[in-house]
């Protein structure tokens, strides 16, 4: 079961179809999951937030 503390620094991007990442923002998980949650729902299933020694998708953390 994974676990963070919300003021923990991660990197919230946009992996596309073909692969390529965005990155939306650097900075506190609580404000990654506020971003995250205003995108489109076509956007939040390429969304992955990474911690320093792991990496989730949007969708799997907020079902999880």
């Known amino acids: ?9 991660v990197r919230l991007y946009h992996l596309s179809d073909e692969g390529a990442a965005e990155t939306l923002m650097y900075g506190p998980l ?12 076509d956007v939040q299933t390429g969304l992955f937030i990474a911690t320093d020694n792991d990496v989730i998708a949007y969708l799997d953390l ?3």
Not at 30 to 41: R, T
């Open 1 to 9: 079961m994974r676990s963070t503390a919300s003021g923990v620094t």
């Open 62 to 64: 907020i079902e999880g």
């Open 30 to 41: 609580s404000e990654a999951l506020a971003v995250a949650a205003q995108q489109s729902e």
